[in-house]
């Protein structure tokens, strides 16, 4: 995600995917690329490296490394 947006982290080292919350104003954030992505994308994404990246086809959240990603949420 290109812009700057202002965000605060509302969940850190999650150990499941089904623990992490979406939404219109939930991103998550790759600790290894720093890259910023939307929870609901309308298009299947992933981070610069690989260690996030959602399936919207078969609405699925996958991470590589779950100590180094972050839930965050835009203010």
């Known amino acids: 995600m290109k812009n700057k947006k202002d965000?605060?982290?509302?969940a850190d080292g999650i150990s499941d995917t089904n623990e992490a919350p979406?939404?219109?104003?939930?991103?998550?954030?790759?600790?290894?690329?720093?890259e910023t992505i939307p929870s609901q994308p309308r298009d299947n994404i992933g981070c610069e490296c690989g260690n996030i990246f959602i399936?919207?086809?078969?609405?699925?959240?996958?991470?590589?490394?779950?100590s180094r990603a972050q839930v965050l949420k835009n203010l």
């Open 7 to 10: 965000f605060i982290i509302i």
């Open 55 to 66: 399936d919207i086809d078969y609405f699925r959240l996958w991470i590589k490394d779950y």
């Open 22 to 34: 979406k939404g219109k104003n939930i991103y998550y954030k790759c600790m290894i690329c720093g």
